[in-house]
């Protein structure tokens, strides 16, 4: 139950963390000082890990890589928008 | 077996997602494109991923996030040490 619940809290925190980038890109309409490889290698391991978890039968870290990679996934189109109005 | 492969093969890939975002603003000395916000929250998330890891037994989700709270300290220590260098 409490194993659970720092779970849901663990996983509420990080499935969430890129929404405050991906509000900072959209107002500053700038994404130059953001890595894109941290974003893709991101990507790749959020992926393996959403594989882990269904291997484990481990919902919390089905569900919290699943929302993680559909957030990631919104900052990643963000950048090649913004990147590429730069140039 | 195969489970820990993915689960090692995932954890590698998040647990050094930062760094090439830590060898982006070492080189740039910029980071006012990075969310302060994402960084403390993942910081946090990442506390408790590691505490459900160890409830849990799981080694692998333990030492992914342990490594990860590693790098995302440094680049939170990047972080203000850029921001200062602007204002």
């Known amino acids: 139950m409490l194993c659970t619940l720092i779970g849901l809290s663990a996983a ?13 890109s959209l107002r500053t309409k700038s ?18 890990w959403i594989i882990y978890g269904i291997l ?3 919902p919390v870290i089905i569900i919290a890589n699943a929302v ?4 990631l996934s919104v900052l990643i189109f963000l950048y090649f928008k913004f990147d590429k109005g730069v140039k």
């Open 12 to 24: 509420t925190l990080t499935m969430f963390s890129f929404v405050p980038q991906i509000i900072r």
């Open 31 to 48: 994404v130059k000082d953001v890595s894109p490889v941290t974003l893709f290698q991101f990507f790749a391991g959020v992926f393996l």
């Open 56 to 58: 484990r039968r481990d």
């Open 68 to 71: 993680t990679i559909i957030t």
